[in-house]
């Protein structure tokens, strides 16, 4: 199969996904299940990949991997951490504005088909790592990438897990977590994901790819202009009022030593 047509197939793919995500979301009338999907989406096309390009070498395995642990554990995680919790408020600010009787069915076109899109276009690098010398062994560009997506993994799956564990007690209802590594960033979850990204990036970089790399910026762009950073920062600004002080002396999305 071409790239292209393993592309396309990619695209299919993860539209049927979002397609049966909105017409479940439509009966619990809750769009924010579309969040908990969202590693799948690329575990899903990362398999159709992986299936229809030719050979099984090192590379190749090794992304489909990759993508697998951080595609369900991302899930999971959301998934549990949304498990019986309300519609997001930016969701229901939405079905507000639009109102119900429409927002039914204009949440397929502003949230499962743009997010689906999105999903498809970052996950050009994974297609190209597969597709391109799908025999050849591994060189120097690839473990820099395994050791940039290792970080990422450690700063994602780390700054989650401390965060969950901190606002499992009560008493730090309405605090600002401020140590391990939400002491060297405001952000590390996000900035963990997108080095994972860099990471992909940097397997297509290896096999030949050099245009692949549009996929981890445009996934860096999103997290800090868009989703993530920028719309999380507005927000804590009003409800925390610790969070001006720890602006001050901590980066918000790469890692550093904080400012006395």
Request: proline share 3%; hydrophobic share 45%.
């Amino acid at each position: 199969m071409t790239f292209l047509d393993s592309y396309i197939q990619g695209f299919f793919i993860i539209m049927i996904l979002m397609t049966v995500l909105w017409t479940v979301s439509i009966y619990l009338k809750n769009v924010s299940i579309v969040d908990s999907f969202w590693g799948i989406a690329f575990v899903l096309a990362s398999l159709s990949y992986y299936l229809n390009t030719e050979g099984h070498g090192t590379r190749k395995e090794l992304v489909v991997g990759l993508v697998i642990v951080w595609g369900i554990r991302l899930s999971l995680h959301l998934g549990i951490r949304n498990w019986k919790k309300p519609e997001d408020y930016r969701y229901q600010e939405f079905r507000k504005k639009y109102g119900p009787k429409r927002y039914w069915w204009f949440s397929f076109f502003q949230v499962f088909l743009l997010q689906g899109t999105l999903s498809w276009l970052i996950s050009f690098p994974l297609l190209a790592a597969m597709h391109y010398t799908p025999y050849s062994n591994l060189n120097y560009i690839d473990y820099i990438a395994l050791g940039v997506w290792c970080i990422g993994f450690i700063f994602e799956v780390g700054g989650d897990y401390q965060l969950a564990k901190f606002k499992r007690k009560a008493t730090n209802k309405g605090k600002v977590l401020q140590s391990g590594f939400w002491k060297l960033t405001r952000h590390p979850n996000y900035f963990g994901d997108a080095m994972v990204w860099w990471g992909f990036g940097g397997f297509a970089l290896a096999a030949g790819s050099y245009i692949s790399l549009f996929g981890p910026l445009l996934m860096t762009w999103l997290i800090i202009k868009i989703s993530g950073v920028a719309l999380l920062e507005k927000s804590l600004k009003n409800t925390k009022p610790e969070y001006k002080e720890y602006i001050e002396k901590t980066n918000a999305f790469f890692p550093w030593i904080p400012k006395k």
